[in-house]
């Protein structure tokens, strides 16, 4: 806490017009906080019923004499609490020598918080473009300054296999793109070891039947139609293959993989996403254990893979999260145990909790942090009527900028009466256009405009709203995260000056 307030403060002269003194003065009567008592108690100060959202709540009094009482009813509390705490000190610009220099013009302060989410995420894709563990590590610092907790790695897909797996130690060998791009299990429990000093979950990803090519380097006899052309016939991006249907072997892999992971994750993690997104039916036409693309065929094979997979993730202790396709395209029958992550749409979402499911929300069309870039596809040469053209748009522009993730309210269209199956949310960064390199800025300042939907709820962004942030993006910054711009410095020096 003291380490966090003098080190990575930072002074606010952005934020005020020039020439105006808005620092103390060395010759003004100084108040110092000498201790901070932090005080469990059995009841919280924001006791809404919901058990694991009140129980992060927390008060903070800071009186007139600098004394500082916080109250939680937990340790996750307590965490968030001093995060906040930290927030309200700036650096000074000119600091006295053998004194403190920093300060806050908010004491004396009460403040009750509670986050509104249960689950607040962000899902990180760490297997298309090199995401190391030490970038990890420094995400789930920015997160745990906004109050996220959850760290959602989807670990595997078709273009490679970064998970060691020592069961199966192929995967990775050949599976990852280079063998300095493997996360071995020091690193991995690193990193969750790291999200619980933190009090973020992180949890896996494994994504299946669909985003499995990668395993066609160890394993080609469990892979459907692998990296065949033209790719798009078969695959909603390169390269195509998926895990065969109605194989033993493939039930066989999945168990092994499973019984290794699963008991070393879930000492962290209460966790685990089973996948279950975008499954190209014309696959199943080559796949020999199958023959068919037809939904009714497609089905009942489906399902019986689904039902292996919650089944071996619940036996592990660990709560299933799968994507909602699984549910509202293929209607497959799953246990009301497990969580649906809505993606496709606004509307996926209220279809979920109508069908008695928690659920998580994040649509591609507000909460995707890597639209707008561009395709990362290249125009074949002979294909004359190849979709990539000027503008070369990427699916799912536009860029979401930080006022679009602000906008989307998530219970606009649920029924009061479902809304308590809404547990929470988590904003997606894909990665074919993402690297260590440029992470940080993909991720903020915009994350943070979804950390905090996720914990007060929606509302409508104003130029509050537009300095709230700014100051955050300064606070990211000065804890040496390489966040994005909010707004232009002129407009935060001369509040009310950039209304239109």
């Given at each position: 806490?003291?380490?966090?307030?003098?080190?990575?403060?930072?002074?606010?002269?952005?934020?005020?017009?020039?020439?105006?003194?808005?620092?103390?003065?060395?010759?003004?009567?100084?108040?110092?906080?000498?201790?901070?008592?932090?005080?469990?108690?059995?009841?919280?100060?924001?006791?809404?019923?919901?058990?694991?959202?009140?129980?992060?709540?927390?008060?903070?009094?800071?009186?007139?004499?600098?004394?500082?009482?916080?109250?939680?009813?937990?340790?996750?509390?307590?965490?968030?609490?001093?995060?906040?705490?930290?927030?309200?000190?700036?650096?000074?610009?000119?600091?006295?020598?053998?004194?403190?220099?920093?300060?806050?013009?908010?004491?004396?302060?009460?403040?009750?918080?509670?986050?509104?989410?249960?689950?607040?995420?962000?899902?990180?894709?760490?297997?298309?473009?090199?995401?190391?563990?030490?970038?990890?590590?420094?995400?789930?610092?920015?997160?745990?300054?906004?109050?996220?907790?959850?760290?959602?790695?989807?670990?595997?897909?078709?273009?490679?296999?970064?998970?060691?797996?020592?069961?199966?130690?192929?995967?990775?060998?050949?599976?990852?793109?280079?063998?300095?791009?493997?996360?071995?299990?020091?690193?991995?429990?690193?990193?969750?070891?790291?999200?619980?000093?933190?009090?973020?979950?992180?949890?896996?990803?494994?994504?299946?039947?669909?985003?499995?090519?990668?395993?066609?380097?160890?394993?080609?006899?469990?892979?459907?139609?692998?990296?065949?052309?033209?790719w798009s016939l078969y695959a909603q991006e390169?390269?195509?293959?998926?895990?065969?249907?109605?194989?033993?072997?493939?039930?066989?892999?999945?168990?092994?993989?499973y019984n290794d992971l699963l008991p070393r994750?879930?000492?962290?993690?209460?966790?685990?996403?089973?996948?279950?997104?975008?499954?190209?039916?014309?696959?199943?036409?080559?796949?020999?254990?199958?023959?068919?693309?037809?939904?009714?065929?497609?089905?009942?094979?489906?399902?019986?893979?689904?039902?292996?997979?919650?089944?071996?993730?619940?036996?592990?202790?660990?709560?299933?999260?799968?994507?909602?396709?699984?549910?509202?395209?293929?209607?497959?029958?799953?246990?009301?145990?497990?969580?649906?992550?809505?993606?496709?749409?606004?509307?996926?979402?209220?279809?979920?909790?109508?069908?008695?499911?928690?659920?998580?929300?994040?649509?591609?069309?507000?909460?995707?942090?890597?639209?707008?870039?561009?395709?990362?596809?290249?125009?074949?040469?002979?294909?004359?009527?190849?979709?990539?053209?000027s503008p070369y748009l990427d699916w799912c522009?536009?860029?979401?900028?930080?006022?679009?993730?602000?906008?989307?309210?998530?219970?606009?269209?649920?029924?009061?009466?479902?809304?308590?199956?809404?547990?929470?949310?988590?904003?997606?960064?894909?990665?074919?256009?993402?690297?260590?390199?440029?992470?940080?800025?993909?991720?903020?300042?915009?994350?943070?405009?979804?950390?905090?939907?996720?914990?007060?709820?929606?509302?409508?962004?104003?130029?509050?709203?537009?300095?709230?942030?700014?100051?955050?993006?300064?606070?990211?910054?000065?804890?040496?995260?390489?966040?994005?711009?909010?707004?232009?410095?002129?407009?935060?020096?001369?509040?009310?000056?950039?209304?239109?």
């Open positions: 806490m003291k380490a966090n307030v003098f080190s990575e403060s930072f002074v606010p002269w952005k934020f005020h017009p020039r020439d105006v003194d808005f620092e103390p003065r060395a010759t003004d009567r100084r108040t110092y906080i000498t201790a901070i008592i932090i005080e469990r108690t059995d009841t919280s100060p924001l006791d809404n019923g919901d058990k694991g959202v009140s129980g992060e709540a927390y008060t903070i009094s800071i009186s007139v004499t600098g004394s500082v009482l916080i109250k939680v009813v937990s340790i996750q509390g307590a965490f968030h609490a001093l995060t906040t705490l930290s927030q309200l000190f700036y650096a000074h610009s000119e600091p006295e020598v053998d004194e403190v220099d920093v300060y806050t013009p908010f004491a004396p302060v009460e403040i009750t918080d509670a986050p509104k989410s249960e689950h607040r995420g962000i899902n990180l894709d760490i297997c298309r473009n090199r995401i190391s563990p030490k970038d990890v590590m420094r995400t789930i610092e920015a997160m745990s300054f906004n109050k996220l907790n959850r760290l959602h790695l989807h670990a595997s897909d078709s273009q490679s296999w970064p998970l060691e797996i020592p069961a199966l130690p192929e995967l990775a060998s050949k599976g990852a793109y280079h063998k300095s791009q493997i996360w071995t299990i020091p690193e991995l429990q690193e990193v969750q070891l790291y999200g619980v000093y933190h009090e973020i979950e992180v949890y896996l990803e494994i994504d299946l039947p669909g985003h499995t090519a990668s395993i066609a380097h160890a394993y080609p006899e469990l892979i459907a139609a692998y990296n065949l052309q033209p390169p390269p195509s293959g998926q895990l065969k249907l109605n194989d033993p072997a493939v039930f066989s892999f999945l168990t092994t993989l994750t879930s000492l962290y993690a209460s966790q685990f996403h089973v996948g279950g997104d975008e499954i190209n039916k014309e696959v199943y036409k080559l796949d020999p254990t199958v023959n068919s693309s037809s939904t009714a065929v497609l089905r009942p094979f489906l399902q019986s893979l689904i039902d292996h997979v919650i089944s071996s993730t619940e036996s592990h202790s660990l709560i299933p999260i799968i994507w909602e396709d699984m549910l509202l395209e293929w209607g497959l029958d799953l246990p009301k145990s497990i969580i649906v992550q809505a993606w496709r749409s606004t509307s996926s979402l209220a279809s979920i909790v109508a069908k008695g499911y928690k659920a998580l929300f994040g649509p591609c069309t507000h909460w995707y942090l890597d639209c707008g870039y561009g395709t990362w596809l290249d125009p074949d040469p002979s294909n004359p009527d190849t979709p990539i053209k522009s536009p860029y979401k900028n930080w006022r679009e993730i602000y906008s989307y309210d998530p219970l606009v269209d649920i029924p009061e009466d479902r809304q308590h199956l809404v547990i929470g949310g988590e904003l997606h960064l894909w990665g074919e256009l993402t690297d260590g390199t440029n992470l940080d800025g993909m991720l903020w300042p915009r994350a943070a405009a979804g950390a905090e939907i996720l914990w007060r709820g929606p509302y409508e962004a104003e130029e509050e709203t537009t300095r709230r942030l700014s100051e955050m993006r300064e606070r990211l910054v000065a804890r040496n995260i390489g966040a994005g711009m909010v707004q232009m410095e002129w407009c935060l020096k001369n509040k009310g000056g950039c209304l239109t």
